[in-house]
């Protein structure tokens, strides 16, 4: 499975980002999906993650309210909203994946990683 994510750059804060994560080499549909950041200097944290059909959401309690995960099967791509942006929303994020029913935040459960792209927000 690979995974290419896109869609970070720079926002000010209070402002939006949508984040992209595209798949291939498996069937996309099989996949439980999530995103993770990592900040300079902190470990890698989860922020929200999707389940095969769309269901099982959740999010962290640092976005819960202000992002959105979404995926679109037929696109094989999973996507993070991200509204109302913080200076402390500033890291890499990480698009992720497993095979498997439930979501996790657990990153040691992922064995699919993206390449991870940048978002600044500045104050």
């Known amino acids: 499975v690979q995974l290419q994510a896109s869609g970070g750059g720079l926002a000010q804060a209070g402002g939006s980002l949508r984040l992209s994560c595209a798949a291939s080499g498996g069937t996309f549909s099989t996949y439980v999906m999530a995103w993770f950041r990592q900040a300079p200097g902190k470990e890698r944290e989860f922020v929200a993650a999707?389940?095969?059909?769309?269901?099982?959401?959740y999010y962290s309690n640092s976005v819960e309210g202000r992002f959105i995960i979404s995926r679109d099967n037929a696109k094989n791509t999973v996507y993070l909203q991200m509204d109302s942006l913080k200076p402390e929303d500033t890291a890499v994020y990480y698009c992720?994946?497993?095979?498997?029913?439930?979501?996790?935040?657990?990153?040691?459960?992922?064995?699919?990683w993206g390449q991870g792209t940048l978002v600044t927000v500045s104050s």
């Open positions: 992720a994946t497993r095979y498997g029913v439930s979501p996790s935040d657990r990153t040691y459960e992922y064995p699919y």
């Open positions: 999707i389940g095969l059909d769309g269901g099982g959401i």
